[in-house]
């Protein structure tokens, strides 16, 4: 099984300031139809998991554009340009390039 | 729009069944590859089964001959039959359209003695 390794996995930051979260991956996530299927997800305190970032770095719908995707092969990073307090939870990276698809183990992000 | 709403969670005894449903709206069903995810209280997600519309179907090995995955485009609705159940397999349970774009509320399946 591929393994998703996320880091940092707690991630204090101050309001207004960046954040970062990296996603790697034990084996490339390249698929054989050449699309990378590397996505991010939010869950906020008490509620579903949300997407915010498909195939690595396609923003979803309503997702406001301090939130932003990059990587490749196996290295890929969640930025959030400037924290605010409704970021709060805990991000999670998932590949969907090989079954069974996998997770990381999730970056609890908390406002300093 | 779209909504998934999951149901048939509750407390079971380990080596118990249940079958959890997923009711969609607001997107034609038959068209989009379906997802099982969990996650036990106070943990991570995991991934539990796919179903695609052309008949294909996953399992991670944590449930595989366990768990089967069934869906009926007629009805828009997913189902995950859960036999043999263990303590280690409570937790909530998510459906998830496609690359997992949308989620449900989730269901709270407690195997417990």
């Known amino acids: 099984d591929v393994v998703m390794t996320q880091s940092p996995l707690s991630l204090p930051v101050t309001l207004g300031q960046p954040a970062s979260i990296s996603c790697r991956s034990s084996q490339s996530l390249v698929h054989s139809d050449g699309s990378t299927y590397l996505h991010w997800f939010q869950q906020r305190p008490g509620q579903s998991p949300r997407r915010l970032i498909y195939?690595?770095?396609n923003r979803d719908s309503g997702v406001p554009d301090r939130f932003s995707g990059s990587g490749s092969g196996t290295d890929f990073t969640l930025k959030i340009s400037r924290v605010e307090a409704e970021d709060v939870g805990v991000y999670y990276c998932?590949?969907?390039?090989?079954?069974?698809?996998?997770f990381g183990q999730g970056t609890k992000l908390e406002i300093k | 729009q779209v909504q998934l709403v999951e149901s048939g969670g509750g407390l079971v005894k380990p080596g118990g069944s249940l079958r959890l449903s997923c009711a969609a709206s607001g997107f034609t069903f038959s068209d989009f590859d379906m997802n099982w995810i969990r996650q036990p209280p106070g943990k991570g997600l995991e991934w539990v089964s796919y179903s695609s519309p052309s008949g294909n179907i996953y399992y991670a090995d944590s449930v595989r001959g366990r768990f089967t995955i069934s869906r009926d485009n007629a009805k828009n609705s997913l189902y995950l039959q859960m036999n043999s159940l263990r303590v280690e397999d409570t937790a909530v349970y998510y459906c998830?359209?496609?690359?997992?774009?949308?989620w449900g509320q989730g269901t709270l399946v407690t195997v417990s003695s």
């Open positions: 998932i590949q969907g390039t090989h079954w069974p698809n996998t």
């Open positions: 195939k690595v770095s």
């Open positions: 998830t359209r496609g690359w997992y774009a949308n």
